[in-house]
């Protein structure tokens, strides 16, 4: 058997964005340090400075109608490398994450991996949520789409890629690759941004990922559970402008 080493073989980073001026920059400057990687932004129809951040930065840039899972699988096709990385914008990869990922993939029987992940924000809410995170992970193989999914490009393209879905593009696809192999888990870590957790709450955003979890599971459409998903996001959203505008 070949083995896939950083000689051997070429990771491509797919990156999908939306308005993401304020992370993009950080994360890219980031990435650009590493050898064998392939940078791809995925754009979603950004009308920030997003695509403009781009051009300071050795990358590609593919655009396709807003949706991460859309997105993802446009940048897939444009991809060179045979390992694919899906990387969220507001979440920074550990040191030597490639050969994190080489280590993972060429284990036996592996379909497809993904990190740990750690929230970058202080307070002891935050530990919890990543415990009940990495217990998730760790005893279902059941990792999201925020501890950065990685797999051979082979394996994504036999398992269909990501569905054409508006939420658990990410759930989708790994019950897909399941079906092909395990699960792996690094031991390090991945480190996301709190902000989802910021804007509605930490409470509320726990409870809502673990009912539209649980409604999946039971069989509830997505299309209905992101109707759900958004409105709450968009009523929260709402609540914040208006309270904004009063203190002005």
């Known amino acids: ?75 897939a096709k444009t991809a060179s490398g045979n390992i694919l990385v899906f990387l969220h914008c507001d979440t920074m990869l550990p040191d030597d994450f490639p050969n994190m990922i080489y280590t993972i993939l060429n284990q036996p029987e ?62 989708m696809l790994i019950r897909r690759l399941k079906r092909l192999g395990k699960i792996k888990i690094t031991k390090a870590s991945v480190t996301t941004s709190a902000r989802r957790w910021q804007q509605l709450g930490m409470v509320k955003t726990t409870l809502i990922n673990q009912i539209i979890l649980a409604g999946y599971i039971i069989g509830i459409k997505p299309e209905t559970l992101a109707q759900l998903y958004y409105k709450t996001s968009l009523q929260k959203s709402r609540n914040v402008t208006i309270q904004r505008n009063v203190k002005k």
Not at 3 to 27: G, Q
Not at 40 to 66: C, E, F, L, Y
Not at 112 to 137: C, D, H, P, S
Request: charged share 20%; hydrophobic share 35%.
């Open 1 to 75: 058997m070949t083995l896939t080493t950083p000689e051997t073989s070429h990771i491509s980073i797919i990156i999908p964005t939306l308005n993401e001026e304020n992370n993009l920059d950080n994360l890219l400057s980031s990435l650009q340090a590493y050898q064998n990687v392939e940078i791809i932004v995925a754009d979603g129809g950004s009308t920030d400075k997003t695509v403009d951040i781009t051009r300071n930065h050795t990358v590609q840039v593919v655009t396709s109608p807003a949706g991460r899972g859309i997105q993802q699988n446009e940048g």
């Open 110 to 171: 592996t379909a497809a991996g993904a990190f740990r992940l750690k929230i970058n924000a202080k307070g002891r809410g935050y530990r919890l949520i990543e415990w009940g995170v990495n217990v998730r992970t760790r005893l279902l193989s059941l990792p999201y789409g925020d501890q950065v999914l990685f797999m051979k490009k082979n394996m994504f393209n036999q398992a269909g890629g990501f569905p054409n879905l508006p939420l658990l593009e990410d759930i």
